[in-house]
């Protein structure tokens, strides 16, 4: 009894190893978007021959894997699996990826074509990439279409008024923002900054600037100029004057296309019900040359003309 126990732990452990040799190995350090990744396939237990093994990515969008392979037509690597490039050297089963994207972080894994056992495939691994897009600037408290027409480099403001100013942006990790302005030592750590009773000496450039929290040289910065204009300016000469204007026009030649073409459709609807019904009557009863509906003519047959 205590042999067959053996044996089947002798079995099993040679299942563990047979299945778990495989491991795909990456960057150590933090990947930032744009960089170039190379991935390798490695045989833990020395006991494979990497010819038979190959790497696969696993597709978000049809929720499959896809077989990646060196020989692979290139519209097809483009447009589906992004830009990769798989190489055999010496022995060796290498991925490259040239400049990462973050929707390309995989899960990659390497899988064994000889394998019996079920699971013939290594860990899946996805790559951690950090992003960010550019800063935007708009006006806080506005929704999503008022910010895209709010989004501001220069800002004019009169003499008094109230400004509150909010700078976003696009990250794989919410961002740390500071505000600071061109000449002066403060630094604000905030992504709203407010000028009440706007003074002169308010007027200047200030810097609002996203740093990633985990990778210090991940920054991205927007500089935005303030002006302060006289107490009785115009509205209109303001930055908000002038965006609402803009927004107030746009919004005004899209209801005259609107209304236009309401009015062409009603008019083509009632062209359509002032025209009825064809009358075919005329076209059920055949018309004989001798009978009184004919036109004249000098041929007597009774035979109908239609």
């Known amino acids: 009894m205590k ?105 990659y894994r390497c899988v064994s074509e000889n394998s019996s056992a079920p699971d013939n495939s290594s860990q899946p691994l996805t790559i951690p990439i950090h ?59 905030s992504n709203k900054l407010k000028l009440e ?15 990633s929290p985990t990778v210090r040289s991940l920054m991205k910065k927007r500089t935005i100029s303030i002006s302060v204009l006289p107490e009785d300016a115009a509205w209109y000469e303001t930055t908000t004057g002038r965006i609402s204007l803009l927004v107030s026009g746009v919004g005004f030649v899209l209801l005259v296309v609107m209304i236009s073409m309401i009015t062409y459709l009603c008019r083509r609807a009632n062209q359509r019900k002032s025209k009825g019904p064809i009358d075919d009557r005329s076209q059920k009863k055949p018309i004989y040359r001798s009978s009184v509906e004919s036109l004249p003519s000098t041929a007597g047959d009774k035979q109908p003309l239609v």
């Open 3 to 107: 042999g067959y126990i053996l044996l089947a732990v002798l079995a099993f452990t040679f299942l563990q190893r047979s299945t778990g040799s495989l491991e795909v190995k990456g960057p150590s350090e933090p990947i930032l978007e744009g960089q170039d990744v190379t991935l390798e396939c490695v045989d833990t237990e020395s006991e494979l021959n990497m010819s038979t093994v190959h790497f696969q990515r696993f597709s978000k969008y049809m929720k499959k894997w896809y077989r990646l392979e060196p020989d692979q037509e290139y519209f097809y690597r483009r447009c589906f699996l992004y830009d990769v490039d798989v190489r055999r050297e010496e022995n060796r089963l290498l991925l490259f990826i040239a400049s990462i994207q973050s929707w390309s972080e995989g899960p």
């Open 131 to 189: 992003y960010m897009r550019e800063v935007a600037v708009h006006r806080a408290g506005l929704g999503y279409l008022t910010r895209y027409f709010n989004s501001v480099q220069d800002l004019k403001v009169r003499l008094g008024d109230d400004v509150e100013l909010e700078c976003s942006t696009s990250a794989s990790e919410a961002p740390e923002y500071f505000w600071a302005k061109e000449g002066e030592d403060w630094i604000l750590p």
């Open 197 to 211: 009773k706007v003074r002169d000496q308010d007027g200047g450039r200030y810097t609002c600037s996203a740093q």
